[in-house]
């Protein structure tokens, strides 16, 4: 199984903030490489998809990039609403694996 | 608009089985891979099990291969999940979820409410 490292585990930030978030897989995977944020309480949400496709109705933001194995979001200027936990997902081949989670913090 | 819709969930005994259910609308249900996803209390999410639109194709994660069925009907646009031999590590509230597009296996765009499974006696 494809296993996904995803650093960090939390950080805090501000509104106006630069964030990075990072995911590693354990091999290829490709362009693979899905983002998804949850607020608590709710279902996740589809942020970025192949790598660094914007899905639709998400703010330009939030984008991705990948180099190899490995994967980084990143949101340009952090906004109230996207204090979030964010996950990393592999869609290359099944099972498909999730990363550990992010949490952002004020 | 895309809806999905839980339900089955609840308490059982450990060894016991549930099915959950994932009722669909909005659109054509047999074009798309559905997925489950999990979440234990406090912990990330965890992907369950997807079958294509026909449901001749399936898989699992490997934590539950063997004990969970994934299957559906697409003349009642619904998807379950039948789960046996349930463990306590098997405590989560489980997402049903649709692919991102018509033949789109991996990524998953729309996800439902979800249903809470407590497994405990």
């Known amino acids: 199984d494809i296993q996904m490292t995803q650093s960090p585990s939390s950080l805090s930030a501000s509104v106006g903030d630069r964030v990075t978030i990072t995911c590693r897989a354990s091999?290829?995977?490709?362009?693979?490489l899905n983002w998804y944020q949850q607020k608590p309480g709710k279902a996740p949400k589809l942020l970025i998809y192949?790598?660094?496709s914007l899905q639709s109705g998400v703010p330009s933001r939030f984008s991705g990039s990948d180099s190899g194995t490995d994967f980084t979001l990143t949101i340009s200027s952090l906004q109230p609403e996207d204090f979030a936990t964010y996950y990393c997902?592999?869609?290359?081949?099944?099972?498909?694996?999730f990363g550990g989670g992010t949490k952002v913090e004020i | 608009e895309v809806q999905l819709v839980e339900s089955g969930g609840g308490l059982v005994q450990p060894g016991g089985s549930l099915r959950l259910s994932c009722a669909a609308s909005?659109?054509?249900?047999?074009?798309?891979?559905m997925h489950w996803v999990r979440q234990a209390p406090g912990k990330g999410l965890v992907w369950v099990s997807r079958?294509?639109?026909?449901?001749?194709?399936?898989n699992y994660a490997d934590s539950v291969k063997g004990r969970f069925t994934i299957s559906r009907d697409n003349a009642k646009n619904t998807l379950h999940l039948q789960m046996n031999n349930l463990r306590a590590e098997d405590t989560a509230v489980y997402y049903c979820?649709?692919?991102?597009?018509?033949?789109?296996?991996?990524?998953?765009?729309?996800w439902g409410q979800g249903t809470l499974v407590t497994v405990s006696s």
């Open positions: 979820a649709r692919g991102l597009r018509i033949g789109v296996s991996g990524t998953v765009d729309s």
């Open positions: 909005g659109f054509s249900f047999s074009s798309y891979w």
């Open positions: 079958i294509n639109g026909d449901g001749s194709n399936t």
């Open positions: 091999q290829g995977i490709t362009s693979s």
């Open positions: 192949a790598a660094s």
């Open positions: 997902q592999q869609s290359y081949s099944a099972p498909l694996t």
